[in-house]
């Protein structure tokens, strides 16, 4: 459901499945072996590729993404909490907190409701470029893209229907259990 790839028809289509289904896609492709590069919701689908290619395969080179988010656990809160944190920590757990804090509304919105605002963003292709430059904004240090740039973003997603990749969240963030981590060796 993302540029011009048709949207899943059914539901269960989550990042596990598009590993099987990218590490199919590769071998039918004729490629004995190949790298994976990812970025943000990618970044779920290529961790899930270290898990579903197995290593004694030989096809996945290894996988590199500039979107791994480390979020504090129970015990860095508590520490920041208690002003216990070293400079670097405190940065870091005020950072995080940021993000989550003013960014990821969106995320909640298109898992809880992705047909409910799809349908809004389908009869509204502005409404929907607007959602989009937000986004965009929110998350790159508010570069100033160009109206160009938000145009042909939006029309990317926009072309093969908007529920589609906004049902990507509800699938995301309904895999039963998080990927694996550093579950492949680099070689």
């Known amino acids: 459901g993302f540029g011009f790839s048709p949207a899943p028809q059914h539901a269960g289509f989550d990042p596990k499945t598009i590993a099987a289904v990218l590490d199919a896609f590769m071998t039918r492709l004729g490629y004995a072996r190949y790298g994976v590069v990812s970025t943000d919701l990618g970044w779920w689908v290529g961790m899930w590729m270290t898990d579903v290619v197995p290593p004694s395969s030989g096809r996945l080179a290894g996988h590199f993404s500039d979107f791994f988010l480390v979020p504090p656990n129970a015990t860095d809160l508590a520490r920041y909490a208690a002003n216990l944190t070293t400079p670097e920590e405190t940065r870091m757990i005020a950072s995080n907190q940021a993000w989550y804090d003013g960014h990821t509304g969106y995320q909640h919105v298109q898992t809880m409701q992705p ?30 893209y160009t109206f160009d740039e938000i145009i042909t973003t939006a029309f990317v997603l926009f072309v093969q229907g908007t529920w589609g990749n906004l049902r990507y969240y509800k699938e995301l963030f309904n895999v039963s259990k998080p990927p694996p981590l550093f579950s492949c060796s680099f070689l």
Do not use: E
Request: glycine letters at 10%; charged letters at 5%; proline letters at 7%.
């Open 115 to 144: 047909l409910a605002v799809g349908q809004a963003f389908s009869d509204s292709p502005v409404g929907f470029a607007g959602w989009v430059w937000h986004i965009l904004f929110s998350v790159s240090d508010q570069h100033p």
